[in-house]
C-alpha cells in the first residue's frame, strides 16, 4: 500500500478536500489527509500525507507559512477577499512609502480577529454557516505571529503584492483586511499563493494533472520521514529497535550526544517512530512502521 506525503501545487477553485478525494481514487487509499487549509481560491504548497503517513499529519500544521498575497486597497467585502460580496469602495491615493509604513505595525505578535467567512467554530457552530445565513457574531482576537511582512510589487493604482510568513492560524485576507484599515481606505485580498507550508516549499510540489499522468503515482511520494528532516537521527539494534515495535522505553546503552526529538530507525534503516530523548532514556511519541 503507498505510504509517504505528496506536496501538491493547488490550483484554484479546488477545495482542499477536493484534492484529497482525487487522490483517494487515484492511490486506492482511504487514509489520506492534508496539512493546512487553503481556501478554493488560494493555490500553492498544500502537503498531504498518504497510508501511514497520515499519522504525522498532527505534527504538519504547526510550523510557519509563507504566502504571496494580493492586496486590494480601497474595497471591502464580507468575505475579506474579492469573492465576496461588496461592501464599501473608497478611492485610493496610497503611496508605496504609506503602505511600508502602515506594513510596519502588522510584523511581529499581533491580535487579530477571525474572519466570519472561517471555519472556526462558536458555540458549536462553524462561523461560515452563521455568516451564509447573514448572522454575525463576536469573534475573541487571537494572537498570531507574523515573522516576515514585505511589499514586493506594485501592480496597479489600488493593487499590490505582499510576501507574508506567518505562524499558524493566521488569515492572509483578514491581514489585507485591517493593512486597508489602517489605511483608512479600506481592502482585501485579491489572490492567494501559499509558497511554503510544513517545511514545504513550491519547488517539492507536483500538479494533480502531474499526478494523473503519472505511469507510477507512488514514485512520486516523499518518505513520511521527510517530514521529520530535521530532527537528528538515532539507529537502533535489533534488540533494542524489537522494543521500540513493541511500544516500550527504550534505555541507551549510551546517551547520543543530544536530547529532545529524534528520528529513530532500525537496523535495516526503516524508519520506525519520532521519539523523545532524555539522557539515555528513549520513548516514542509516534510510531510510522508496519505492523
Same mark, same amino acid.
Given at each position: 500500500m503507498p505510504n509517504g506525503i505528496i506536496v501538491i501545487d493547488k490550483q484554484s477553485d479546488w477545495t482542499s478536500m477536493d484534492v484529497c478525494a482525487k487522490l483517494r481514487g487515484i492511490f486506492r487509499e482511504k487514509r489520506i489527509g492534508h496539512a493546512g487549509t487553503l481556501d478554493p481560491m488560494a493555490t500553492g504548497v498544500l502537503p498531504v500525507f498518504v497510508g501511514r503517513a497520515t499519522r504525522a499529519v498532527e505534527f504538519a500544521g504547526e510550523g510557519?507559512?509563507?504566502y504571496v498575497a494580493g492586496l486590494r $486597497?480601497? #474595497?471591502?467585502?464580507n468575505t475579506q477577499d474579492t469573492s465576496g460580496e461588496v461592501l464599501e469602495e473608497h478611492p485610493v491615493s496610497v503611496t508605496e512609502e504609506a503602505l511600508e509604513q502602515a506594513l510596519e505595525q502588522f510584523r511581529g505578535e499581533i491580535q487579530q480577529v477571525p474572519p466570519m467567512y472561517s471555519a472556526i467554530k462558536i458555540n458549536g457552530k462553524k462561523l461560515y454557516e452563521l455568516a451564509r445565513k447573514g448572522r454575525e457574531v463576536e469573534r475573541p482576537a487571537r494572537t498570531v505571529t507574523i515573522h516576515a511582512l514585505t $511589499?514586493? !510589487?506594485?501592480?496597479?493604482? @489600488?493593487?499590490? +503584492?505582499l510576501r507574508v *510568513?506567518? !505562524?499558524?492560524?493566521?488569515?492572509? *485576507?483578514t491581514l489585507c483586511h485591517d493593512i486597508g484599515q489602517a489605511l483608512g481606505c479600506g481592502g482585501c485580498m485579491s489572490s492567494l499563493r501559499r +509558497?511554503? %507550508?510544513a517545511g514545504f516549499i513550491l519547488e517539492d510540489a507536483v500538479t494533480l494533472e502531474e499526478v494523473q499522468k503519472a505511469e507510477d503515482p507512488a514514485a512520486l511520494l516523499l518518505p513520511v520521514d %521527510?517530514?521529520? @528532516?530535521?530532527? &537528528?537521527? #538515532?539507529? #537502533? &539494534? @535489533?534488540? $533494542?529497535?524489537?522494543? =521500540?515495535?513493541?511500544g516500550m522505553t527504550v534505555i541507551l546503552p549510551q546517551s547520543p550526544g543530544? !536530547?529532545?526529538e529524534c528520528r529513530v530507525y532500525g537496523e535495516n534503516k526503516e524508519f520506525l517512530a519520532l !521519539?523523545? =530523548?532524555?539522557?539515555?532514556k528513549l520513548e516514542t511519541i509516534k510510531s510510522f512502521f508496519s505492523v
Open positions: 510557519e507559512k509563507e $486597497l480601497g #474595497l471591502v467585502t $511589499l514586493e !510589487s506594485r501592480e496597479g493604482e @489600488a493593487d499590490f +503584492t *510568513r506567518c !505562524s499558524k492560524g493566521t488569515y492572509v *485576507r +509558497t511554503m %507550508a %521527510a517530514y521529520f @528532516a530535521g530532527r &537528528p537521527m #538515532l539507529i #537502533l &539494534p @535489533a534488540d $533494542l529497535e524489537k522494543k =521500540v515495535r513493541n543530544f !536530547s529532545g !521519539s523523545r =530523548v532524555n539522557g539515555k
